[in-house]
Structures are given as structure tokens and as C-alpha cells.
């Protein structure tokens, strides 16, 4: 008698198994707890086992026949994935889920209006988005998590491949009442000796920090914040300057005080951002789609939304 158990069950099933809980799960695939529930109750009696033990502690933990059963599903899914992007390969259309990462200082600026833009004339695409730091796209990238990542040509790996889109030079982020509000441009020199608000981010703040140390200069760090919005924030209210290499829309801070944005000088190398997939992964027509895309996307948007131009 041939087993039916469908596509979605199995992807119930192996967002439990990843996240190790119906509710986690639940987030992850954007369906509802008992839906979940009701599914891998349903796999269970198709399948004729236990596929997983329920610890209080713990929460849900794969039984041995689950653990195996786990990476075959996997495989499925990929495969189902696969072809669901040839059939749209060989019919010509565009359509399916897209899983997209984006470094989080920059993700709130770029992501919602290039994921609107692309939707709009793609109805049939589901665009999911994760925001991360570097390392973590690097690792959602390589465990096939994400299709593609939005970031920074900030220490690539070689097993990754980088669709460079626009360079960004570096911004001094500073209050309006700093005594070097005024000038037209600034350097790691006359920065030194003011406390800094560093972007505490994993690769992000080894380049700030950079650029004083190939001038022999250390920087006086005041203050470490890992979210942009509480970075500029800081730096509105006095506590120090930053570096940052996007502008934001406004020059004002989330609390509503003005801030100004300078360029950095002594030619500091400028960040690429770009789009980011693994060398193994197949670019399918949907991919190839949303790279063209976000490439005249982000260069028609460069000067208002990304402060490129002067």
C-alpha cells in the first residue's frame, strides 16, 4: 500500500527536528502550533513510528528513527525545491520561495522596499528575510538555510560567490554640536582623540577600527552597541562619534535629534555591498531574476537611499 504523507507534513518535520519545538518551529515556517502538532501526528501514523520523545527541559528530541528519518526528509525537500525551480526554468516563469539574508545595519533601509519592488512584478514569488551579522549569513549560506545574503565583500570565504552592486565609502556619524560638526571632511587623525561609538559587530568593527590602525592610532572606545538604531542614538546625544558606510534616509536619530554624516579621509577602503551564494548552489531562473533585479534596484537608489553621492 503506498504511503501518503505530503510535502508539507514533511516540512513540519523537519523544522521541529531543527529547532527542537513545536513553537519555534511554528515561527519558522509561519504556521500555527497546532497545525504542526496536527501534522506530525498525521506523518506519525503514516510512517508507523515515533518520530520524536518529549522532554520538559528539552523540549522535542528526534527518537532514533526520527534522527534517520530527519535527513532523508531533508532531502526531499531539497529535491522538491530542485523541481520546483526547473519546472519554472522550463516553463519560463518566475515563482516560488526565496529565502534572503541581510547584514542587520543596513537590512530596515534596503530589504522592504527591494523585496516590494521585486514582488510587484513577481506575484508569484514568497520572499522570506532573515538580518544578521557577517559570520551568520556566512553560516545560513553554507547549511542552505538562505538562497541569497545581502552584505558587505567583508572576508569572504572562498566558498561563496560575491555579485558586487555599489562601493561605499566611509561616514563619520557625529552630533551636530561636536566640534567637528563643521567640517567638510575628517580624518582618523583628528577623530582619535574623541570617544567613539563602535558598531560592535563580528568583521564589521575589525574595519572601523582599521582604519587607526594602519595611521599608528588607536581609537578611544566609549561605547559598543551591536544595533544601529542604538548607535546613532548614542552618537545624537553626545556620546561619542561613529563609522558607518550607510546613510540613513534622514539625518536624525530614532529619539528625534539631528545628526550629521562626514567623509572619512585618507581614501580608507570602501565597503562593496553585493549579493552573496554558495559556489554550489545552482542559480535557477528565480535566482538569476532577483540578482539582475536587486543590481538596478540598489543603483537607481544608491544616491537618495544609501547617501553615495554628495
Partial sequence: MPLRYTLRQLEYFVAVGETGSIAAASQQVNVSSPSISAGISQLEEELGVKLFVR????????????????????TVLRQAAALRDLAGDLSGSIRGPLAIGCLSTFAQIVLPGLRRSFVE?????????????????????????????????????????????????????????????????VSVQQLAPYPMVLLDLPLSSDYFLSFFAKAGL?????????????????????????????????????DGKPMRFIPLTGRPRPMTLGLMMGKGTERTRLHRAFISHARDWIEAQSSQLLGTDP
Fill in 121 to 185: 512584478q513577481h506575484g508569484e514569488v514568497r520572499i522570506s528575510q532573515v538580518e544578521a551579522d557577517q559570520a551568520e549569513l556566512f553560516s545560513l549560506l553554507r547549511q542552505a538555510k538562505i538562497d541569497l545574503a545581502l552584505s558587505y565583500d567583508l572576508d569572504l570565504p572562498a566558498d561563496l560567490l560575491f555579485f558586487p552592486i555599489v562601493a561605499l565609502p566611509p561616514l563619520v556619524a557625529i552630533s551636530e554640536d561636536h566640534p567637528l560638526a563643521e567640517l567638510s571632511e
Fill in 55 to 74: 522532554y520538559h527541559a528539552q523540549g522535542l528530541t528526534p527518537t532514533l528513527a526520527g534522527r534517520k528519518l530527519l535527513d532523508h526528509a531533508q
Fill in 218 to 254: 588607536r581609537a578611544n572606545i566609549a561605547e559598543r552597541t551591536r544595533d544601529m538604531a542604538v548607535m546613532r542614538s548614542l552618537v545624537a546625544n553626545g556620546f561619542g562619534y561613529s563609522i558607518v558606510n550607510v546613510r540613513p534616509l534622514h539625518d536624525v536619530a530614532p
